[in-house]
């Protein structure tokens, strides 16, 4: 799909989307493989939810409504672009659905991360310093950079990974985003890929809110040609950060503004 957007709203620049690939690694709920993973951070945020939307009936807006169109509509994700959120993406921006993403700790095979992280029901991934069996669990992901954009001038590039629909989906640090050397879903079938550099390309940008967007400015060489973009979100914190994965309603998107 291909579209223009301006501030106000008008479509007047490029917005190109990658579909998510099929065969994805995350479970669905129709998955029969028992979760061995249970973590902590349910328990945590079930406890720690007070008064919020959970505790008072109100869950907030559900996958496929979006609260600001006034038909009730919503195309996804990367129909957003241009937000009214000063942290989101700027309007006309490309958005680059990933083409893959799971979850795995250093003993901990992505089938069972992505059971623990959707707990059966949603297509997710999670990071977690301190899951119940003592694993490190993180997350990554792979982008096709679109056509046309190896010879332009690139300006900012954000990185969004959009929390799941459920009162355990919150955490106190949404973690910090690496990048790793390429790889392939057999090659993280087998381990996480190495990390590149001594620092993470963005910091933790603070907590992740139940069933919301969050964002990591990224340097802008992380877009180079039409080469692959390989990331890997480590966490920071001992109550997980639960996100869809591009099999999910939500799925991680890059966007790149560029002249």
Same mark, same amino acid.
């Given at each position: ?65 979006? %609260?600001? !169109?006034?038909? +009730? ?7 957003? /672009?241009?937000? =009214?959120?000063?942290? @989101?993406? #700027? ?78 989906? %919150?955490? !106190?640090?949404? +973690? ?7 790889? /392939?879903?057999? =090659?993280?079938?087998? @381990?996480? #890929? ?66």
């Amino acid at each position: 799909m291909v579209e223009r957007m301006t501030m106000s709203g008008e479509r007047t620049r490029n917005l190109v989307v990658f579909g998510a690939l099929a065969g994805a690694w995350v479970a669905t709920a129709t998955t029969s493989v028992g979760c061995v993973m249970d973590n902590p951070a349910f328990d945590e945020d079930q406890a720690d939810l007070g008064t919020d939307a959970a505790s008072s009936g109100d869950t907030g807006p559900q996958p496929g409504a979006d %609260s600001g !169109d006034p038909d +009730g509509s919503d195309s996804g994700p990367v129909d957003d /672009t241009g937000s =009214d959120d000063p942290l @989101g993406p #700027p309007p006309g921006a490309v958005a680059m659905s990933a083409t893959f993403s799971a979850c795995r700790g250093g003993e901990a095979s992505p089938t069972e991360c992505a059971m623990a992280a959707g707990e059966g029901v949603f297509d997710a991934i999670v990071i977690d310093q301190a899951s119940d069996s003592g694993d490190f669990l993180v997350a990554c992901m792979t982008f096709e950079v679109a056509e046309g954009i190896a010879d332009k001038t690139i300006n900012a590039v954000l990185l969004e990974l959009h929390t799941i629909d459920a009162s355990n989906s %919150s955490s !106190d640090a949404a +973690g910090e985003i690496w990048a790793v050397e390429p790889f /392939t879903e057999a =090659d993280f079938a087998v @381990g996480l #890929p190495p990390r590149i550099g001594v620092s993470p390309l963005a910091p933790n940008p603070g907590p992740g809110k139940i069933f919301k967007p969050v964002y990591w400015h990224l340097p802008v060489d992380v877009v180079s040609g039409n080469a692959q973009v390989y990331l890997c979100a480590y966490p920071l914190s001992g109550d997980g950060a639960y996100f869809y994965s591009h099999a999910g309603p939500f799925p991680p998107v890059l966007y790149v503004d560029f002249e």
